[in-house]
């Protein structure tokens, strides 16, 4: 429990700052979204060009994590999207409450833990489930919401239109340019590397600032939802990746270990940045992320408790 509580506090801490600024008038009403627009254009396109840049095909190829990670999170992805169709949800914000569902924090809060919980080893199967969150949840979910803002045009003119706004979008850009330099075997040349990880420290600490920042605001979006997304997140998530990870697979203790409570993290910034980008009502998104935050103070605690570690 004193491990992670000692991982989530900054993370309240950042956001509560981000509040206070808000509330006593030290940042303006149009702070949220610009602190935003920086994170989504500069800080986090930095952080994941640098992720794919330098990664090596050694640390990310483990097929029966990758797997039992990433089916994990599509899964409950897709079944989410469908969910909240049903409900009367259009493509675009029921996109958004599927990634919600299955978007993990796993790098602000599941490298530090791994680390915390099982030595240096655990910073390996972070790593790279912090990349498919990152990389392929979001792709997946940004080719859904440009889906459907593009919908109601002819089929050809749809797609022209939502393929244009992919390959122009910074957070599916920047990984693919990634890797194509991760390609070449040439190191980033020490200045260039300087500039982009300063850059992408910024990425957590501005969009926890952003998201503290629009809570302060008056919630005027519909927030019908949360308690059902928050519970899909913490368990869920973890329920299928148990299945596939410990039963389907059979992974080695450290891998399956990783895999579940990787999956059983609670909502990271990345469907806030997003709705913020696009302009959607955020405020059923921004309180998935508090309080499946929250909650998983319990969740997490109990998941080590009874996996003895």
């Given at each position: 429990m004193s491990?992670?509580?000692?991982?989530?506090?900054?993370?309240?801490?950042?956001?509560?700052?981000?509040?206070?600024c808000?509330?006593?008038?030290?940042?303006g009403?149009?702070?949220?979204?610009?602190?935003?627009?920086?994170?989504?254009?500069?800080?986090?396109?930095?952080?994941?060009?640098?992720?794919?840049?330098?990664?090596?095909?050694?640390?990310?190829?483990?097929p029966?994590?990758?797997?039992s990670?990433?089916?994990?999170?599509?899964?409950?992805?897709?079944?989410?999207?469908?969910?909240?169709?049903?409900?009367?949800?259009?493509?675009?914000d029921?996109?958004?409450?599927?990634?919600?569902?299955?978007?993990?924090?796993t790098?602000?809060?599941?490298?530090?833990?791994?680390?915390?919980?099982?030595?240096?080893?655990?910073?390996?199967?972070?790593?790279?489930?912090?990349?498919?969150?990152?990389?392929?949840?979001?792709?997946?979910?940004?080719?859904?919401?440009?889906a459907?803002?593009?919908?109601?045009?002819?089929?050809?003119?749809?797609?022209?239109?939502?393929?244009?706004?992919?390959?122009?979008?910074?957070?599916?850009?920047?990984?693919?340019?990634?890797?194509?330099?991760?390609?070449?075997?040439?190191?980033?040349?020490?200045?260039?590397?300087?500039?982009?990880?300063?850059?992408?420290?910024?990425?957590?600490?501005?969009?926890?600032?952003?998201?503290?920042?629009?809570?302060?605001?008056?919630?005027?979006?519909?927030?019908?939802?949360?308690?059902?997304?928050?519970?899909?997140?913490?368990?869920?998530q973890?329920?299928?990746?148990?299945?596939?990870?410990?039963?389907?697979?059979?992974?080695?203790?450290l891998?399956?270990?990783?895999?579940?409570?990787?999956?059983?993290?609670?909502?990271?910034?990345?469907?806030?940045?997003?709705?913020?980008?696009?302009?959607?009502?955020?405020?059923?998104?921004?309180?998935?992320?508090?309080?499946?935050?929250?909650?998983?103070?319990?969740?997490?605690?109990?998941?080590?408790?009874?996996?003895?570690?």
């Amino acid at each position: 429990m004193s491990s992670i509580v000692n991982v989530v506090l900054p993370i309240f801490a950042l956001i509560l700052l981000g509040y206070l600024c808000r509330r006593t008038d030290r940042l303006g009403p149009t702070a949220a979204s610009e602190i935003n627009r920086f994170v989504v254009w500069l800080a986090l396109p930095s952080l994941l060009f640098t992720a794919t840049a330098t990664a090596s095909w050694e640390q990310i190829w483990h097929p029966g994590f990758v797997l039992s990670f990433s089916v994990g999170c599509l899964a409950v992805f897709a079944a989410t999207l469908a969910y909240r169709m049903t409900q009367g949800r259009s493509l675009v914000d029921a996109s958004l409450d599927a990634l919600s569902a299955s978007y993990a924090n796993t790098g602000y809060m599941g490298i530090p833990l791994c680390v915390l919980i099982f030595g240096e080893e655990g910073l390996e199967p972070a790593l790279v489930a912090s990349l498919l969150v990152v990389c392929v949840l979001f792709a997946l979910s940004i080719a859904c919401v440009e889906a459907g803002l593009h919908r109601d045009k002819p089929l050809g003119q749809a797609l022209r239109k939502a393929g244009g706004a992919l390959i122009r979008h910074p957070l599916v850009v920047s990984p693919l340019l990634g890797v194509l330099w991760a390609l070449t075997g040439v190191p980033l040349p020490a200045p260039l590397a300087q500039l982009l990880d300063w850059l992408g420290a910024a990425t957590a600490p501005a969009a926890l600032v952003s998201l503290g920042l629009f809570l302060a605001q008056p919630q005027t979006g519909r927030s019908d939802g949360v308690w059902p997304i928050v519970a899909i997140k913490l368990l869920v998530q973890p329920l299928v990746t148990w299945l596939l990870a410990f039963v389907v697979f059979d992974l080695p203790p450290l891998w399956a270990y990783s895999a579940l409570l990787l999956s059983a993290l609670p909502t990271g910034t990345g469907p806030f940045m997003l709705a913020e980008f696009y302009r959607r009502e955020a405020a059923l998104v921004s309180r998935v992320i508090l309080y499946s935050t929250l909650v998983s103070l319990l969740t997490l605690s109990a998941g080590l408790y009874l996996l003895g570690l």
